[in-house]
């Protein structure tokens, strides 16, 4: 009778059948039967899960300790006392430290901020994961997650104990929407982060051997103006970072330590479902909404968890909408030398099974019935069939989700889509509401849609074992460039040993050079004349596809923002795309394609004041300005029509923090100049917006473009409203017109900052640029 009734709950109830005992029986027995034939290749947890999955806790929730909530939690896990770089982040203003101890961490542990567990306060924590924790093992790092959750993180920064973040965790993104550069990932599935920072020959610890050589669309990005912020976002780590075994053994030569160095400029980079990265445990920033994807298996080797947890957990992020993203170099790391051999043993592994992993997880679908919570738990027992790690990490990631169902974590709500797995899809799907093609948020000028390359300069790799490269083989490279714009010059003997040091000033500006149509042939021209003083260039135009093929014979990557420029009317869209990349610089000079900059010239110049040329000014209420008769755009569509649109809009809303408010801004604008109804116009081929200003530069100038305001009346209108006059930096220069163009070089003067224009296609102004304008340039080469 007893089996009969346990049968009967299994295949439903069966009061409504007129049957005696005996066939109830028999009915019970076969049912059971081939229930367990259909599951015997399941775990009986697996079995459990299917039947009833977990939706809420099986017990009471856990409750903190008193007077230990918490917002920022940092969690590290050590054997050793506390360190210098543990001393560090325990002052770091706004965090506070869970630190998770061992058998083999000193019993009187012990520092200001940071809360420690020692094996028995984690077995007093009341979580039912603990007990299946091998004791001298990184993932008891799984408690301190889950004391950092039940005490109230709202972020968690993944560390160890030998990390040092050089920001105080600034660099992170912690709202919920972000601006900047995102994968083109059609032809590429997984991203090697340090290529994108400045070391093309580095791979991290878990990137796919195969993929080491593939160079296949580096440098391709799509810009978006505004996205969800990745909930995972690891930082990259100079010094002596995570670097696979195989790496370290082939390229330590002689030398004890790495001393690792990358691009300070190179902005973010965030990762569009298809696209895979390797990230580990030790620099590693995740908000709320990802603190499910903590979980550190048990059964891999130790140099493997974090790897296989960072895969499964990109895999998932992608079904509730999130991703990766990598927001800078920002942290500085020391290792002590060990045997990498050993290394390389422990990452066995993950060398001949990630490329498998990575196929296996862009193929995995999870039945969009399920929640986001089975999906997990369907990924992770799949993982384990395919012996990625073993049953018990299954088993384990069930006690895990459990454990943070009773201190309170919700179950983010998952986003279906038919189109999933999103394998080699446009990466303007970056952060997905419905689906894998549409993008959830437009930016300004159609930027979701627009091509970004982007290519860092390349760092000195990291090998002693190499002989040092020679110090005028950059400034011979320049010479070269030069040489093939004017080659009278070769002529001419030049001793480098008698070439001046460095001219640093312009070292962290961004050059935006603009063009207004796509007719890039004298790009070969303006890298003559600035890359020798300007490290980072970029150009701004129309059509990508025609830059690429105009200028694949420079001989070097360069940067560059497709945009609509409306044959220049809105140029300065070019600049707002850039400041939205979050380019690291001190400020960004923008210029246009046939302006000759003399940046020898800028010598006094204060980098954190905004550069304009002089204008001049006028009542709002003028309807034509007859006394210009080559400006008559304020009579046109983009003038006082334009304007009037956006600064009735403007009385209408509300910045966001941080940023003057339009009130502020009209009061800067009337103690300019000196009137209420005053209308600032000038010419705007030439000006330079600090770091400091960009935010509200980006603010009112895109509200500016979505009414069309023309250039030259957008970019003083705004400038003006920022700083007060008398600190903003006068820009000299001649502007030619009519036939004076036929003789650009008659007007050229060394001592002013520019000359406008100077058309390269015609013959006499080459001749000028390589007789005037070189011999300047010559004087300023430096040795990158």
């Known amino acids: 009778t007893n089996i009969a009734k346990e049968g009967s709950n299994m295949v439903g109830t069966l009061q409504f059948l007129t049957v005696n005992k005996r066939q109830v029986l028999k009915l019970a027995c076969v049912a059971t039967f081939f229930s367990i034939l259909f599951f015997s290749v399941l775990s009986p947890n697996y079995l459990s899960f299917v039947r009833a999955p977990i939706s809420q806790p099986t017990q009471d929730s856990i409750t903190p300790r008193p007077l230990s909530l918490f917002s920022h939690w940092i969690v590290i896990t050590t054997v050793a006392p506390p360190t210098a770089d543990v001393m560090h982040m325990a002052s770091l203003p706004g965090w506070r430290i869970v630190v998770v101890g061992d058998e083999k961490t000193p019993k009187n542990w012990s520092y200001p901020n940071c809360v420690y567990l020692s094996l028995s306060d984690q077995s007093a924590l009341g979580f039912e994961l603990t007990a299946r924790l091998p004791v001298r093992s990184y993932s008891r790092k799984n ?3 889950l ?42 599935s997984v991203f090697n ?74 902005p973010a980079v965030f990762l569009p479902a298809g696209t895979y990265s390797p990230f580990n445990s030790q620099n590693t920033f995740f908000l709320h909404k990802a603190f499910w994807a903590l979980f550190l298996p048990t059964t891999t080797a130790f140099r493997v968890c974090d790897i296989w947890r960072g895969y499964w957990a990109q895999r998932l992020a992608w079904e509730i909408g999130g991703s990766l993203g990598f927001p800078a170099a920002n942290a500085y790391q020391s290792r002590n030398a060990h045997s990498y051999l050993d ?21 995995w679908v999870c039945p969009k019935h399920l929640s986001f919570f089975e999906c997990v738990q369907r990924l992770s027992w799949d993982m384990s069939r395919e012996n990625f790690w073993g049953e018990k990490d299954a088993e384990n990631i069930e006690l895990w989700i459990k454990d943070l169902l009773r201190v309170g974590y919700p179950e983010p709500e998952r986003v279906v889509s ?77 001793d480098l040993r008698r070439i001046p040091e460095a001219m640093t000033f ?56 497709e945009a609509s420029l409306d044959r220049g009317r809105v140029g300065y869209v070019c600049m707002l795309k850039a400041i939205s990349a979050g380019f690291r610089v001190a400020g960004y000079l923008v210029i246009g394609d046939d302006v000759l ?8 110049f204060n980098k954190t004041n905004i550069w304009m040329t002089t204008g001049q000014i006028f009542p709002f209420t003028t309807k034509k300005l007859d006394q210009n008769k080559h400006w008559m755009w304020w009579a046109s569509e983009y003038g006082k029509r334009a304007l009037t649109n956006a600064t009735s809009e403007l009385a209408k809303v509300k910045p966001p923090p941080g940023i003057i408010s339009p009130q502020q801004h009209k009061d800067m604008t009337r103690q300019n100049s000196g009137a209420e109804g005053i209308v600032f116009m000038g010419i705007s081929d030439t000006y330079y917006v600090p770091a400091r200003f960009a935010p509200h ?18 970019v003083p209108v705004v400038m003006y409203g920022l700083q007060p006059g008398e600190m903003i930096e006068k820009i000299s220069g001649k502007s030619i017109w009519n036939d004076e163009r036929k003789k650009p070089w008659k007007f050229f003067n060394p001592l002013h900052q520019f000359l406008h224009p100077v058309k390269f296609s015609q013959k006499k102004a080459k001749n000028g640029f390589c007789a005037n304008y070189i011999p300047h340039v010559l004087k300023t080469y430096h040795r990158h």
């Open 506 to 561: 312009f070292q962290d500006v961004l050059l935006i050079i603009i063009f207004h149509y796509p007719q890039y042939t004298n790009i070969h021209f303006t890298e003559a004349a600035y890359r020798s003083t300007f490290l980072n260039i970029a150009y701004c135009g129309p059509q990508v596809e025609i830059f690429q093929n105009q200028t694949k014979d420079i001989g070097r990557n360069l940067t560059f923002i």
């Open 597 to 604: 900059l003399n940046f020898w010239s800028f010598d006094g």
């Open 418 to 494: 038919d189109l999933r797995p999103c394998k080699k899809v446009n990466s303007s799907s970056l952060f997905l509401s419905n689906t894998c093609k549409q993008p959830i948020m437009a930016g300004f000028n159609d930027v979701n849609s627009s091509q970004f390359l982007f290519f860092s300069i390349e760092r000195k790799e990291p090998s002693l074992a190499v002989p040092e490269e020679n110090s005028l083989s950059s400034v011979t490279t320049d010479l070269l460039r030069v040489i093939k714009v004017c080659p009278g010059l070769a002529k001419t003997p030049v």
């Open 343 to 363: 290394d390389a043993l422990e990452e066995t592994q993950m060398y001949f099974q990630t490329e498998r992993l990575l196929d296996f997880l862009s193929s």
């Open 147 to 188: 004391y950092a959750v039940l005490h109230g993180a709202k972020v968690i920064f993944d560390t160890d104990d030998d990390n040092r973040p050089l920001d105080s965790l600034k660099s992170f993104t912690y709202s919920p929407t972000t601006a900047g550069l995102v994968v083109d990932n059609q032809d590429r």
């Open 143 to 145: 408690l301190g997650y």
């Open 697 to 714: 530069v980006k603010w009112y100038l895109s509200l500016f473009l979505k009414h069309r305001v023309f250039l030259e009346i957008a």
């Open 193 to 266: 982060p340090y290529h994108h920072f400045g070391q093309p020959t580095l791979w991290p610890r878990g990137f796919p051997l195969t993929a080491i050589n593939n160079q296949r669309s580096y440098g391709s990005y799509r810009l978006s103006a505004e996205v969800r912020t990745p909930i995972i976002q690891q930082g990259i780590v100079a010094g002596d970072p995570d670097l696979d075994a195989i790496f370290r053994i082939t390229r330590k030569g002689v030398a004890p330590v790495f001393d690792v160095t990358y691009d300070p400029v190179s």
